[in-house]
């Protein structure tokens, strides 16, 4: 039907909308629909609902029981006169009715009396019944009509759908009347049902499109409504375990939804679980990946982040999901995108003093499963349990993600990553709810283990070239040195000795570390194709993230880099190898300088500090000795 161009199928189109649009559905029946008596209201709605559903179940059971069914070759039926009567179509009906069948059987069975009475008909007028050469065409014929009928019902059930949609949106103050009808049809269409012949696949997606436009629709505008909100939540949470196939095509949709019904119903998400639906339909529609929908991701989780209010409503439970979420954004190909991660990441750090006074307060949620160091215990702080709880809860998880975005193959979100990174761990302000404990966990468990990864002891150089890899150590061993002149009076003062040493030794190890496995790689970057490399990191750092980003330490070493080529070095290193371990070797200076000003480091043999100093940097700082010496005399 929906294919055939004869001259009367047009026209008989064209009557029919203009019988249609005689009808006047949207004027008459839909806003006339408020003065309708609450009988007529749920009648008109349980005639349309029951309608979908009849539909519904032809477009889920009928392809599969036609092919149970259908006869096997084309004198299957109707080849006497006594096959006539044994065929009747009462016959038919009685013989597959019986209480473990199913309700379309009936329907099923005058498809097969339809087909017997058509080749009947063939037989009497032609006196033959259908030859295996006219087969081919006649298969053809059905399934072209049975691909038409598909398309028809399916346009019905979308019709019926929102047409619901619309009158439950007309009459918003008679609920209890209409909102069972809509709710039962959209569960119909997104819902796997109870039957086993049941196939998702079966159903097009242009109805489930529908019915997903018509909950976010609902959801936007009536979430509000106690009565229903528990209803509306159930079927967004069906959303997110839709077909992985369909669901690119609808991205824009859910993302679009869901930023309408978080910046119009946040007060009405009063539960970690109302918002985790909000969080992974996010994640589960792909939005963060797709540039048309990662604007609306985007501008919600800016919401969340941005109101103190709603980012406490979202609770504890959902803060490792939100995280996900900003994870995700950061990958984005758009640089703005995984600049406004970074920034969400930024924000998010301002409001972990009061997320940690409310983990205090209420303890670790249950739903948590959350790996605490066997030694916490240790710290001699007052507030061992709430400042442990914070850094496992939410500051582990919170500078792994900056760590993860610091492996970007980007060199401006590397580097900026790094930079807010630095801004945070060097925060007395943030990081005062963190025990010493919680500090030498952040160094031992996050920040050293990234120094390492930067510097791989194969040599092995990533894709983004050994220019934009150098860039990212040198900010690498800057964030190390920072973050513990910041903080090791605090540790000192609350650790053991000999864990306060074992930091010490952990930290001067890895910058050693980073002297050590640093000349490999640029001599390999070298000898295999760096000038691929350098060209593929230079388009790279040309970006606008890249100009956005820049830093002035970067500008200035690049500067000293050039001038240390220009004047040439040994063979046996090459000027980038002098320009970081001149680096290195100032970074290491500095830090054990201010440990001997402080008095935490003294120049005797008995003091295993220094005998640490000695053993790790003797063999690429001889001099350090004397500068210790002098430093401490003038004191």
């Known amino acids: 039907y929906l294919e055939d161009s004869r001259a009367e199928v047009r026209a008989a189109r064209k009557h029919g909308r203009r019988c249609v649009s005689k009808c006047r559905i949207q004027e008459v029946v839909l806003s006339d629909s408020r003065f309708l008596r609450s009988e007529s209201l749920q009648c008109l709605a349980s005639s349309v609902a029951q309608s979908a559903w009849r539909m519904i179940d032809l477009l889920v059971v009928l392809p599969n029981r036609t092919k149970d069914h259908a006869p096997s070759s084309g004198n299957s039926f109707g080849t006497s006169p006594r096959m006539r009567d044994d065929r009747s179509y009462a016959k038919v009906v009685g013989g597959h009715q019986s209480e473990s069948s199913h309700p379309l059987e009936e329907v099923l069975a005058f498809e097969l009396f339809s087909r017997s009475q058509s080749n009947l008909g063939k037989l009497q007028t032609t006196g033959r019944i259908e030859s295996s050469s006219d087969k081919s065409y006649s298969n053809a014929v059905t399934n072209s009509s049975r691909s038409d009928d598909r398309k028809v019902l399916e346009l019905l059930v979308a019709f019926c759908v929102d047409f619901l949609a619309e009158l439950t949106l007309m009459n918003r103050d008679r609920l209890a009347l209409l909102w069972p009808h809509l709710y039962e049809t959209l569960l119909r269409i997104i819902a796997e049902p109870p039957r086993g ?302 864990e306060f040493v074992q930091v010490w030794r952990s930290v001067l190890s890895s910058l050693k570390h980073c002297v050590d496995n640093y000349s490999g790689a640029r001599d390999k970057g070298h000898s295999s194709n760096s000038s691929d490399n350098r060209s593929s990191g230079a388009s790279k750092s040309n970006s606008a993230s890249d100009v956005l980003l820049q830093e002035t330490f970067l500008k200035g070493h690049s500067s000293n880099s050039s001038d240390n080529r220009s004047s040439g070095a040994s063979k046996s290193n090459s000027a980038g190898d002098v320009l970081l371990q001149e680096h290195v070797s100032e970074t290491v200076t500095n830090m054990v300088l201010v440990m001997a000003a402080s008095g935490l480091l003294q120049q005797n043999e008995t003091d295993s500090m220094w005998r640490a100093t000695i053993v790790i940097t003797e063999s690429w700082i001889p001099g350090l000795p004397e500068m210790v010496r002098v430093t401490q005399t003038a004191l």
Request: aromatic share 6%; proline share 3%.
């Open 197 to 498: 012949d049941y196939n998702s696949q079966q159903i097009g997606n242009g109805v489930v499109e529908r019915a997903v436009v018509c909950v976010l629709r609902v959801g936007a505008r009536l979430l509000h409504r106690e009565e229903i909100r528990d209803d509306v939540l159930h079927a967004l949470q069906l959303l997110i375990k839709l077909r992985s196939s369909f669901v690119p095509s609808i991205s824009l949709l859910l993302s679009a939804g869901v930023l309408r019904i978080v910046s119009t119903h946040a007060p009405h998400l009063q539960s970690s679980s109302h918002w985790q639906i909000m969080l992974q339909l996010l994640l589960a529609s792909g939005s963060f990946e797709h540039a048309d929908s990662a604007e609306c991701a985007t501008q919600a989780l800016q919401f969340v982040l941005g109101d103190e209010q709603v980012l406490y409503a979202v609770d504890i439970e959902n803060y490792e999901l939100l995280l996900t979420c900003v994870r995700t954004l950061s990958s984005s190909e758009d640089p703005k995108k995984s600049v406004a991660a970074l920034d969400m990441l930024l924000v998010l750090c301002s409001r972990l003093t009061q997320l940690s006074a409310i983990l205090e307060r209420d303890g670790v949620p249950s739903e948590l499963n959350v790996d605490t160091h066997s030694d916490s215990a240790s710290t001699t702080t007052g507030n061992t349990a709430s400042t442990t709880n914070a850094w496992n809860v939410l500051w582990k998880p919170l500078l792994q993600c900056f760590v993860n975005i610091a492996n970007d193959s980007r060199g401006g979100i590397r580097n900026y990553a790094l930079l807010l990174l630095e801004r945070v761990v060097t925060s007395s302000v943030e990081t005062d709810v963190l025990s010493a404990d919680d500090l030498k966990y952040a160094l031992e468990d996050v920040l050293l283990p990234f120094l390492l990864s930067a510097f791989p002891t194969n040599g092995s150089v990533p894709s983004f070239g050994v220019d934009e890899l150098e860039k990212t150590q040198l900010r690498a061993v800057m964030l190390i040195s920072k973050t513990f002149l910041q903080h090791h009076a605090r540790m000192a003062a609350a650790l053991e000795v000999s």
